[in-house]
């Protein structure tokens, strides 16, 4: 059964930097998404890397701080975050599919969902 792991969350002050990883371990995984939720919210799409174009995607939140990239040799996906916020708090999750739109904001482009890692950025 295919599945997907995430790590790499902590906590770290304003300004600060983490990279997550998420191990992709399913068939149908061009598609690959990070996505965030925060508590009392909805999960929203972060980012997104669409294997065979290499194409990525990001909320307009995160550009210019976030970046996702793909190591197809270690079924890897990252998320390098830098110059974190207090409002970049949440649990992260990677998803995947088969989706050629690789959309962040339509969940149904994702059929495997990882646990999620927490990342929490303090003042």
């Known amino acids: 059964r295919g599945q997907l792991a995430e790590s790499g969350g902590g906590s770290v002050e304003t300004g600060g930097s983490l990279r997550l990883s998420c191990v992709v371990s399913?068939?149908?995984?061009?598609?690959v998404g990070w996505f965030r939720q925060a508590p009392g919210k909805e999960r929203e799409g972060v980012a997104s890397?669409?294997?065979?174009?290499?194409?990525?995607n990001y909320a307009d939140s995160v550009k210019g701080r976030f970046t996702v990239s793909r190591d197809n040799a270690k079924n890897t996906v990252y998320l390098q975050m830098n110059n974190l916020k207090p409002e970049d708090t949440g649990m992260y999750f990677c998803?995947?599919?088969?989706?050629?739109?690789?959309?962040?904001?339509?969940?149904?482009?994702?059929?495997?969902w990882g646990q999620g890692t927490q990342v929490t950025v303090s003042a």
């Open positions: 998803a995947a599919g088969d989706s050629r739109y690789c959309r962040l904001t339509v969940k149904r482009d994702y059929s495997y």
């Open positions: 399913v068939y149908n995984s061009d598609c």
């Open positions: 890397f669409y294997k065979r174009t290499s194409r990525t």
